[in-house]
């Protein structure tokens, strides 16, 4: 076997690779062949998760604000009425913001209203508007965090959706889709899923029941579809919820009274620790207990300054919320870690440079 380091046994010389932080990955594949099919190892990963040198990445499609016209040097941000969305990328452990490369052709920035999956190392954008025509779009573009390159995914099949459940199951490495709406506003019941290795889409059986602006978590080798609304309610969300079981490649039974409100679901995720979690409009982060009973339980108070248009997104067993004290302000952040049994989250705001305020449609976590 060639030596990854010169002079250095292998073993050592892969203790310093696995040492190069995650944003470092596209130069040294770039190094030479050998190291770039070091990095192309799932030993490697696995080393470096054994090491605990791994981070927690929480991605954002966030609301880029504009320079204020009398900007100077400071540059001032002031916001704008019809905002450019990008990639935003935050590691809780350092607190570090920044930007990947956006992706190339969306002259106008992400979609609006896309969903962000993470499988493994690698960032999946699905759907979303065209920011100015407001046609809905069936592209899928991939970001690679270890090549440090977008790709384009196979077009997701049959009418074009908007507002649908999505989420990613690690473990499958596979993107799920169902429900929303069509481009005649017609509630949908159809499912799919994406495999992010083969770049294909499979269809799964439709849901029982139609779901527009329903809300998606992958929980226990099920794909959950929260909330939602059928054609004729418009708006109206339900309380109800049904699952997608992968292995027997069945839907469970309508889950009528799986929120306690009928409320939109955009703040529903799933927590590291396979419970869900939501936003109420209480004002309250809920848990849905794990014993079975469907209760939900209120683990923190949603502080004062992010009440408007909170965002949850899970990892581990710690949470970030995203929030406003109103409409068209600044987005502020909180982290907090999930506490075991009936222990209550407590809040540590984040800080967000004036530059990574702008408002946020979706997010989700990966572990690099």
Not at 73 to 85: F, G, I, L
Not at 94 to 108: K, Q, V
Not at 149 to 159: E, I, Q, T
Not at 305 to 334: C, D, F, N, Q
């Amino acid at each position: 076997m060639d030596e990854l380091i010169p002079g250095l046994p292998n073993d050592i010389a892969q203790e310093c690779l696995i040492r190069v932080p995650y944003d470092g990955f596209p130069t040294v594949r770039s190094v030479c062949r050998h190291w770039k099919q070091e990095l192309q190892s799932s030993q490697f990963h696995r080393l470096r998760k054994t090491a605990g040198l791994t981070r927690s990445v929480i991605a954002l499609a966030q609301a880029e604000p504009a320079l204020s016209p009398t900007a100077g040097p400071a540059k001032k941000y002031t916001a704008s009425a019809s905002p450019s969305y990008r990639l935003v990328l935050f590691e809780p452990v350092t607190g570090a913001w920044s930007c990947p490369p956006p992706i190339p052709g969306l002259l106008r920035g992400l979609p609006l209203f896309c969903h962000l999956a993470a499988v493994g190392r690698e960032l999946v954008v699905v759907g979303g508007c065209d920011p100015e025509t407001w046609a809905a779009s069936d592209e899928v573009h991939i970001y690679d965090f270890e090549a440090g390159v977008w790709r384009r995914g196979a077009r997701m099949p049959g009418p074009r959706r908007s507002f649908f459940a999505c989420a990613a199951s690690e473990e499958l490495r596979a993107v799920f889709v169902a429900g929303g709406h069509d481009e005649e506003k017609n509630a949908l019941r159809t499912a799919m899923a994406y495999d992010v290795v083969a770049n294909a889409w499979a269809s799964l059986p439709d849901m029982a029941q139609e779901r527009d602006e329903c809300r998606g978590a992958f929980l226990r080798g099920a794909f959950h579809v929260v909330g939602g609304y059928p054609t004729e309610a418009q708006g109206r969300f339900s309380r109800s919820a049904e699952a997608f079981d992968v292995a027997s490649r069945r839907w469970g039974l309508v889950e009528e009274d799986k929120l306690e409100v009928g409320t939109c679901p955009r703040a529903c995720v799933a927590g590291g620790d396979g419970r869900l979690y939501m936003c109420g409009p209480g004002g309250d982060v809920a848990a849905l207990s794990d014993d079975g009973s469907g209760a939900w339980r209120a683990v923190a108070e949603v502080p004062e300054t992010a009440r408007v248009a909170p965002l949850l997104v899970a990892w581990e067993r710690s949470l970030m919320l995203i929030g406003s004290e109103k409409h068209g302000g600044g987005h502020v952040g909180y982290v907090g870690e999930v506490r075991a049994g009936n222990g209550a989250t407590t809040w540590k705001r984040v800080a967000m440079p004036e530059e990574f305020s702008g408002h946020v449609q979706a997010g989700c976590s990966m572990e690099i």
